[in-house]
């Protein structure tokens, strides 16, 4: 993956390091991968020390670390942070390989004359954008992404190809909702009348406060009477549902399949990771996690509390039992056995049947 020449000289000024071995400032690097799989030309990365061994067995031009990895083939570009310093290169990377699209708007798209476009915001090929939308500064519409009557979006969004953002739903700045995914459905609510479902008519919003991302197919489904709202820093991962009326709390993040019920309140910084729920209604404190496959049916999750299993269970509690079920079968012979024992003792009938 060649992405640029540039000496290991040049880039350990470039972030702010120190090169372990001058003799090596010469060396060109093209790009960076991983430590096990970066060859002569790549910049590799350590800040975790469990991975010292794959650092001292790599081949890699330089690797960016704290301190030199001793024993290694490679020289050490020594920074004081190595994880900030590869979210720079990286990012710098990324950049060239995705350019904005140019401002303005794409002839192939249809901008509805009552909408506002920003400065510097474009809307690409058959895109939409309806009547009383605003798009803030440099806000990207890719194209054949959806963006409904009323909505508005702060500066430095982007809506990637084939998103839909729905109806009066409000972007903070630098929100992202990725290809496939959904922003302001209505919920899923109906009540029963004459033996009919009948939908409540939702005429709630949906807020996505700055720095917020929703991933590729999730949805976010807007309230009934109430905005559901995802607050600042809320990262959405792909094929989630965040229900009506939900009010998901700062810096929370939802990892694939993550789902819940309507009304759900999550606290700040909650982890729901993969295929976790919770129910209808239930919250999440602050710093909450929802382990692997957690389904929380029953009731709320306490703040900073762990909890694993379906139904929900503290983890710690949830590891003992998974831990015991591989002995089941060996308990349950020797509970026969011992109740076999004790029949005999009281001269009463062995039910073999049992």
């Known amino acids: 993956m060649a992405e640029q020449q540039i000496t290991l000289g040049a880039l350990a000024a470039l972030v702010g390091g120190k090169l372990s071995d001058p003799e090596k400032a010469g060396t060109v690097v093209h790009g960076f991968r991983a430590l096990e799989l970066a060859g002569p030309s790549d910049l590799a990365f350590l800040w975790d020390p469990k991975f010292q061994d794959a650092a001292r067995a790599s081949r890699a031009a330089a690797i960016v670390a704290r301190a030199p990895v001793e024993g290694a083939q490679a020289p050490t570009v020594v920074v004081a942070d190595p994880q900030r310093a590869m979210l720079a290169l990286l990012g710098q990377v ?14 192939a798209a249809f901008v509805h004359p009552e909408a506002v476009l920003g400065e510097g915001a474009s809307v690409g090929p058959n895109a939409v954008v309806e009547a009383g939308a605003r798009l803030g500064p440099r806000t990207r519409v890719r194209g054949g992404a959806f963006v409904g009557l009323g909505v508005t ?12 953002v729905l109806d ?36 709630g919003g949906v807020v996505l406060e700055d720095d917020v991302e929703v991933g590729a197919l999730s949805t976010v489904a807007r309230g009934a009477l109430q905005d559901t709202i995802v607050r600042r820093g809320t990262k959405i991962d792909d094929h989630c ?45 602050d710093g909450a996690v929802l382990g692997s496959g957690a389904k929380a049916k029953y009731g709320s999750v306490a703040a900073g509390e762990m909890v694993l299993g379906d139904p929900a269970r503290p983890h710690m509690l949830m590891k003992r039992i998974e831990g015991s079920l591989p002995h089941l079968p060996d308990l349950r012979r020797r509970l026969r056995a011992l109740e076999r024992r004790v029949a005999k003792l009281d001269g009463l009938p062995d039910r073999k049947g049992d």
Not at 96 to 106: F, N, S
Not at 242 to 270: F, Q, T
């Open 153 to 164: 979006t702060g500066a430095d969004c982007v809506i990637h190809a084939n998103a839909t």
């Open 94 to 107: 990324y950049a060239r390989r995705h350019p904005p699209e140019p401002p303005g708007v794409h002839p």
């Open 241 to 285: 549902h965040v229900a009506h009326n939900c009010d998901i709390g700062e810096d929370v993040m939802l990892i694939g399949y993550a789902r819940m019920g309507g009304s759900v309140k999550l606290g700040k910084g909650v982890y729901m990771l993969q295929d976790s729920a919770i129910g209808n209604g239930f919250t999440a404190g």
């Open 168 to 203: 009066h739903c409000r972007l903070g700045d630098r929100v992202i909702v990725w290809t496939g995914a959904v922003v302001g459905k209505d919920g899923f609510g109906f009540v029963q009348q004459q033996g009919r479902h009948v939908r409540v008519p939702q005429v």
